[in-house]
C-alpha cells in the first residue's frame, strides 16, 4: 500500500521529501530523499492506448508494437525502452533503494529495476519484452496487476510479449473489464483480506 500511495500522490502532485525530478519528452520521474523513485504513467486506460499502443500509426511517436533491441540483444517494446532509457539516464547516478511505477511507469520500472538490481514493485504492468529466457536482475520485480485491467494483457501474450520478474495477478468481484487502470482502483483492492493474504506485503530483495 505505501507503494501504491505513493503513485496516487505522484498524480496528485503531492508527492514530499522530493530531491530532484525529471519531465523530459513526456517522461516524469521523481526521486525522493528516502531513496525511493517514482515513475508515473497514464492514469487512464484510453490514453493509455492511444499514446502506448498506437497500433494503428496515429499520435505519440508511431511505436505501436514496434519492437527493438536493447545493448543485450533482448527485444523491447520500443515506446517502452525509449521511456525506459530515459529514466534510466536519470536514475543510475542516484542508486535508487526502490522502484515504483504504474502503467507506462510499470513498463519502465520494470526495465530500470532489473537493469540496476533494485527492489521494484510496479502496478498495472503492461507486457514490455519478447523474450522467453529469464534475464538476471529479474527477481528484483514484482508486477501487480488485475485481471480486469486491459493493459495488463498488453502488448498480447500471442505476439510473445511478457512482464519482466514475478506477475500478481488481483481478481475482484465483480469484473469491470477494461476501466480498472486507476491506481486508485488497485489501492480498493489491495484494502481486501484475500488480496492481503496472497501479495506480498514488502519490496522484494
Known amino acids: 500500500m505505501e507503494a501504491a500511495k505513493l503513485i496516487e500522490d505522484a498524480y496528485a502532485k503531492r508527492l514530499t521529501d522530493v530531491h530532484t525530478e525529471i519531465d523530459v519528452r513526456g517522461v516524469q520521474a521523481t526521486y525522493l530523499n528516502s531513496g525511493v523513485l517514482v515513475i508515473p504513467g497514464t492514469n487512464e486506460f484510453r490514453d493509455?492506448?492511444?499514446?502506448?499502443?498506437?497500433?494503428?500509426?496515429?499520435?505519440?511517436?508511431?511505436?505501436?508494437?514496434?519492437?527493438?533491441?536493447?545493448?543485450?540483444?533482448?527485444?523491447?517494446?520500443?515506446?517502452?525502452?525509449?521511456?525506459?532509457?530515459?529514466v534510466y539516464s536519470f536514475a543510475k547516478g542516484l542508486r535508487p533503494k526502490f522502484i515504483v511505477g504504474h502503467s507506462l511507469g510499470a513498463a519502465s520500472a520494470q526495465i530500470v529495476g532489473m537493469s540496476l538490481r533494485t527492489p521494484t514493485i510496479a502496478f498495472a504492468s503492461p507486457q514490455t519484452c519478447r523474450s522467453r529466457t529469464r534475464m538476471p536482475?529479474?527477481?528484483?520485480?514484482?508486477?501487480?496487476?488485475?485481471?480486469?485491467?486491459?493493459?495488463?494483457?498488453?502488448?498480447?501474450?500471442?505476439?510473445?510479449?511478457?512482464?519482466?520478474?514475478?506477475?500478481?495477478?488481483l481478481s475482484p468481484d465483480p469484473l469491470k473489464l477494461g476501466e480498472d487502470h486507476k491506481i486508485d482502483n488497485y489501492m480498493d483492492l489491495l484494502k481486501t483480506k484475500k488480496v492481503k493474504d496472497r501479495v506480498p506485503q514488502a519490496w522484494p530483495t
Open 48 to 86: 493509455w492506448f492511444d499514446f502506448n499502443l498506437n497500433m494503428f500509426g496515429q499520435g505519440g511517436d508511431g511505436h505501436g508494437f514496434e519492437v527493438v533491441s536493447g545493448d543485450s540483444g533482448t527485444k523491447w517494446h520500443a515506446g517502452f525502452l525509449e521511456h525506459a532509457q530515459i
Open 137 to 169: 536482475g529479474e527477481g528484483w520485480v514484482v508486477n501487480i496487476c488485475r485481471v480486469d485491467d486491459d493493459v495488463c494483457h498488453q502488448p498480447p501474450r500471442i505476439l510473445g510479449f511478457r512482464t519482466i520478474g514475478s506477475r500478481y495477478w
